[in-house]
Every structure is written in structure tokens, then in C-alpha cells.
């Protein structure tokens, strides 16, 4: 079963900043948030992932929380093409922990 | 670089066959892990290989069974088809090397079946 809950859907202005929300209250220390989406009809797509530190990258910003128990994936500037089904996912670093599992996601629809 | 591949896109089968999906996995990537996503759900772990063995299972009867080849492509075999299996089926590539690794995902094979 996935370690996370989200938000089912939540949608956001074209240009604005989308905050998608996680709860992972029982990551272990040495557990990896990570965050993908799927567009419509394809592959998930990484973004970016991180363990203890805020990340970003050309893509979006993740930051997690002192305690770990929730992150908030950013952003910045949302566009059409960003509406997918973004998922977040606690992954292990090594063996059998190291397998993404996947919920339901989050459905974010970026509207003009 | 090449990214992931899946052949063939599209699949229809009927209840009891079996079938054999592909997957090319991203260049210089050891790793493959096979997903099967039911519609409306998050993709689900069917099983991985790295260096041509089963390195990880889900919860998946024996029916599926898998193949690594020494050019780190894959196939996911299915037999005795049922309904419940029709599904987008994915492949995902990455490098272990020791730490975490990064997954790369095709664009999938829909299996339909009747």
C-alpha cells in the first residue's frame, strides 16, 4: 500500500503556482519522497525527488517539512501542459523498499 | 541517448491466451521494472530484473514471468489472460550502481482482453 495520502484533485490558474500537498507521516529516516506525473495516456514522468532537504530543479521545487511527515511539491509557473495526475511516493533506498508504489495521485488541472 | 520503449502499442487478446510484451530499456540503464496500470489507478509493481535475474516481486500469480536479455531489454509474459488483465502495462529503466536510482518510464503497452 502507498505511505502517502493527497488531495484527489485541485486546480490552479495558468501562470500561477501550483502547490500540490503530501502526507507521508510515517516515512522512515532513510526513506526518499518522490514525486512523478502522468500525462494523459503516458509514461510517468519523474520530477524530482529529495530526503531531507528542500530541491529544486528546471522543473519544480520540493519542500519537506522539518519533521518529514509532509512535503509540498511547487510549481512556479503553471501551464497548460502541467495538467496531469501527479504522484507522490515514499521509496526506500535499497531491496524490496526501493519499488515505487503508487496511489491515486493527485489530479491537477491547470485552467487559461 | 535513447529513452524507454514499449512494443507493440496496442494489444487486443482473448480470455486464456498469452502474451508478450517488450521493453528497450534507456541506454547505459543495468535495471528494468515492470508496472501494470489499471484504468483510474496508480501504475501497480508487477516485478524487476537487474543483470538478467528477478530482483523483486509484487503481487503477482506466477503467470506473469519475466526476461532480461544481456542487452538489459525485457519482456513481461502473461499467460492464461483474464479479463481483469486488460490494463496499460509499463516499463520503467534505470541505472543501479549502488544508492538510489532513478526510473524512466516508456510509454506503455494497453493490453485489451476480450
Known amino acids: 500500500d502507498a505511505k502517502t495520502t493527497q488531495p484527489t484533485s485541485m486546480d490552479c490558474a495558468e501562470g500561477r503556482a501550483a502547490n500540490l500537498p503530501c502526507n507521508h507521516s510515517t516515512i522512515s ?13 503516458q509514461g510517468p514522468q519523474y520530477i524530482i525527488h529529495g530526503l531531507k532537504n528542500n530541491e529544486t530543479n528546471e522543473m519544480a521545487s520540493l519542500i519537506i517539512t522539518e519533521d518529514r511527515k509532509s512535503s509540498t511539491l511547487i510549481l ?18 535499497t531491496g ?9 495521485g493527485i489530479t491537477l488541472s491547470v485552467r487559461p | 541517448e535513447t529513452g524507454v520503449t514499449q512494443s507493440p502499442t496496442h494489444l487486443i487478446k482473448t480470455r486464456g491466451q498469452q502474451v508478450t510484451l517488450r521493453c528497450s530499456s534507456q541506454s547505459g ?11 483510474g489507478q496508480g501504475p501497480q509493481f508487477i516485478f524487476q530484473y ?21 542487452n538489459y531489454s525485457s519482456e513481461l509474459n502473461v ?18 550502481a ?16 476480450l
Open chain 2, 79 to 96: 499467460n492464461a489472460l483474464e479479463l481483469d488483465d486488460s490494463a496499460l502495462y509499463l516499463c520503467a529503466s534505470s541505472l543501479v
Open chain 1, 76 to 93: 512556479p509557473h503553471a501551464t497548460l501542459r502541467d495538467t496531469a495526475v501527479y504522484y507522490c511516493i515514499v521509496r526506500g533506498a
Open chain 2, 50 to 70: 537487474y543483470r538478467e535475474e528477478e530482483n523483486g516481486r509484487g503481487n503477482f500469480p506466477p503467470r506473469f514471468s519475466g526476461l532480461q536479455f544481456p
Open chain 1, 29 to 41: 529516516g532513510n526513506e526518499y519522497v518522490y514525486w512523478y506525473r502522468q500525462i494523459h495516456s
Open chain 2, 98 to 113: 549502488g544508492g538510489i536510482d532513478e526510473q524512466f518510464f516508456g510509454p506503455g503497452t494497453r493490453l485489451t482482453v
Open chain 2, 29 to 39: 540503464h543495468n535495471t528494468v521494472s515492470w508496472y501494470q496500470q489499471a484504468l
Open chain 1, 96 to 104: 524490496a523498499n526501493s519499488k515505487l508504489t503508487f496511489g491515486k
